[in-house]
Each structure stands twice: as structure tokens, then as C-alpha cells.
């Protein structure tokens, strides 16, 4: 199996070097990531200038193709030219997968996010695409990278025992994770929690009297939660799994055609 392995954090990320040594032996991986921190980019691509690229040696294990893009420029250039200079005309990888995230990626937060994007862009191509996050603590420090990959390997070796199908995403968030020995936790399949999150803007002014706002907020808090959804099984120290699906159409497509063609 080839694996086209990316993220939005950024090439130097410590997220994608643990998740690259904890995915050795699944199959043969190319790394195509962004060269510098694309989080929170949601599914931009780039159209108005060049994408540069540069080999990076990030660590004595791990090297890949540093993109100056965004997360999903980094698939659809992975897979639509450098795969073909790699493995000769139509090509593709087997698997995209994407992360880990220094952060959960969970409720609307999917929509925001460059790691869910990068996968989401794989499976719009026709490639099963697996999505990857952490959930981090209150003291980031203690966070155990390492373990924390591992525990997102065994997940996502769950979900290969059974067929992806190739247009649909896996989104998997690890639940904090501060000791390196910390044991696997179950996993809890569960659909996204689509509250809005609690944040907002803080009022400032600059040195030369302009006011600007800055975001506050954590991103992790949300007006509301329903049973059986990723926020709340996070919360409770589950491996969430969701899966995904790019196509935005509303259930009501029905109702909305009776409506305009007057019946």
C-alpha cells in the first residue's frame, strides 16, 4: 500500500513525525506537507501564484516535499503531479491520511479545519483518506506525541480491517494523551456534534490608533452537545471515529423542488 501522509501544522510538526514513525509497516509513505503552519486554513487551494516546493529533511527517519500551501494543495498536488513523477502516469496513492493535528478536530470545528480538508481532498479525488487529531490538555507540555500516535495506529488499523470506501473521510481524534505509557483507549464510533462554537472578538487598539479585534476563545467550547456525537465522547476519554462525506446537499432537496416548481 502507498500512503500519501500530510497535515495542516506544518512539516515540522511533532504530530507528523510521531504519526509517520507509528504508521511504519503499513505500507510505503511519501510525505507531501505544507512548509509552515496552515491551521484552521479549511479547505483553501491555491490559484493566484506558483506552489513552491522544496525536499526537507525533517529527522533521520522521516523526509518529504515541503509546500508553500495550504492542506489540500499539498493533496491534489501530491496526487496529480508529484505521484506521477514518483510512480510514472496514473498513479495514485492507496491511502491519504492526515495528521496528527495539535488539536481535536471535532463538531464544527470540522469545517474549519486544514487536517480534515487535506483528507477530505483525498476522497474528492477518489482516494480513502483518514483524518488524525489530538485532543490536547490543559499543560501541552506533558502532551506524549509518541504514545499519542500509537494509539491513533491502532485506531486506524481498526478501521482498515474493513473496506473505505474511496469518496468518504475517517475522522479520528485521540483523546488527551500526557503519559507515555498510557493505554488504548475504546473507541466510540459517533456522527458531529453541529453546535456553534463559543467564542468571539476582543476589542483592542493599536500603538497608532487603529482598533482591531482578536479571537478569543478555545475552540473546544460549543454552545451545546448531543449524546452520541465526537464532543461529547472526547470529553469522555473515547477514540471518536466519524465518518464523513463531502457532499453538502441537505436531506430537503425533496421539499425544496416542490416548493420552486409550485406544487
Given at each position: 500500500?502507498?500512503?500519501?501522509?500530510?497535515?495542516d501544522?506544518?512539516i515540522?510538526?511533532?504530530g507528523i513525525?510521531?504519526?509517520?514513525?507509528?504508521?511504519?509497516g503499513?505500507g510505503?509513505?511519501?510525505?507531501?506537507a505544507?512548509?509552515?503552519?496552515?491551521?484552521?486554513?479549511?479547505?483553501?487551494?491555491?490559484?493566484?501564484?506558483p506552489?513552491?516546493?522544496?525536499e526537507?529533511r525533517v529527522?533521520?527517519?522521516m523526509?518529504?516535499?515541503?509546500v508553500?500551501?495550504?492542506p489540500?494543495?499539498?493533496?491534489?498536488?501530491?496526487m496529480?503531479?508529484?505521484?506521477?513523477?514518483?510512480y510514472?502516469?496514473?498513479?495514485?496513492p492507496?491511502?491519504?491520511?492526515?495528521?496528527?493535528?495539535?488539536?481535536?478536530?471535532?463538531?464544527?470545528?470540522?469545517?474549519?479545519?486544514?487536517t480534515?480538508?487535506?483528507?477530505?481532498?483525498?476522497?474528492?479525488?477518489?482516494?480513502?483518506?483518514?483524518a488524525?487529531?489530538?485532543?490536547?490538555?490543559?499543560?501541552r507540555?506533558?502532551?506524549?506525541?509518541?504514545?499519542?500516535?500509537?494509539?491513533?495506529?491502532?485506531?486506524?488499523?481498526?478501521v482498515?480491517?474493513h473496506?473505505?470506501?474511496?469518496?468518504?473521510?475517517?475522522?479520528?481524534?485521540?483523546?488527551?494523551?500526557?503519559?507515555a505509557?498510557?493505554?488504548?483507549p475504546?473507541i466510540?464510533?459517533?456522527?458531529?456534534?453541529?453546535?456553534?462554537?463559543?467564542?468571539?472578538?476582543?476589542?483592542?487598539?493599536?500603538?497608532?490608533g487603529?482598533p482591531?479585534?482578536w479571537?478569543?476563545?478555545?475552540?473546544?467550547?460549543?454552545?451545546?452537545?448531543?449524546?452520541?456525537?465526537?464532543?461529547e465522547?472526547?470529553?469522555?476519554?473515547?477514540?471518536?471515529?466519524?465518518?464523513l462525506?463531502?457532499?453538502l446537499t441537505?436531506?430537503?432537496?425533496?421539499?425544496?423542488?416542490?416548493?420552486?416548481?409550485g406544487?
Amino acid at each position: 500500500m502507498r500512503i500519501l501522509l500530510t497535515n495542516d501544522d506544518g512539516i515540522d510538526a511533532p504530530g507528523i513525525e510521531a504519526l509517520f514513525d507509528a504508521i511504519q509497516g503499513l505500507g510505503e509513505i511519501r510525505v507531501v506537507a505544507p512548509a509552515d503552519m496552515q491551521s484552521a486554513s479549511s479547505h483553501g487551494i491555491t490559484f493566484h501564484r506558483p506552489l513552491m516546493v522544496a525536499e526537507k529533511r525533517v529527522n533521520p527517519r522521516m523526509a518529504g516535499i515541503a509546500v508553500e500551501g495550504r492542506p489540500a494543495d499539498c493533496v491534489k498536488l501530491g496526487m496529480r503531479a508529484l505521484w506521477q513523477e514518483w510512480y510514472g502516469p496514473g498513479t495514485r496513492p492507496d491511502l491519504v491520511i492526515s495528521g496528527m493535528n495539535a488539536g481535536a478536530n471535532v463538531g464544527i470545528n470540522c469545517i474549519y479545519s486544514g487536517t480534515v480538508a487535506a483528507a477530505v481532498e483525498g476522497a474528492f479525488l477518489g482516494v480513502p483518506a483518514i483524518a488524525v487529531s489530538l485532543h490536547l490538555g490543559r499543560n501541552r507540555k506533558e502532551t506524549q506525541y509518541a504514545r499519542a500516535a500509537q494509539i491513533a495506529r491502532a485506531a486506524i488499523d481498526r478501521v482498515l480491517q474493513h473496506p473505505l470506501d474511496a469518496h468518504r473521510v475517517i475522522n479520528i481524534n485521540v483523546p488527551v494523551t500526557e503519559r507515555a505509557d498510557a493505554p488504548v483507549p475504546p473507541i466510540r464510533v459517533v456522527r458531529m456534534n453541529v453546535a456553534a462554537g463559543i467564542d468571539g472578538y476582543e476589542r483592542r487598539v493599536a500603538p497608532d490608533g487603529r482598533p482591531y479585534y482578536w479571537p478569543n476563545g478555545n475552540g473546544m467550547e460549543f454552545f451545546h452537545t448531543a449524546e452520541d456525537t465526537d464532543v461529547e465522547a472526547l470529553a469522555e476519554r473515547f477514540i471518536t471515529v466519524t465518518p464523513l462525506f463531502y457532499d453538502l446537499t441537505d436531506a430537503s432537496l425533496g421539499a425544496w423542488r416542490a416548493r420552486l416548481d409550485g406544487r
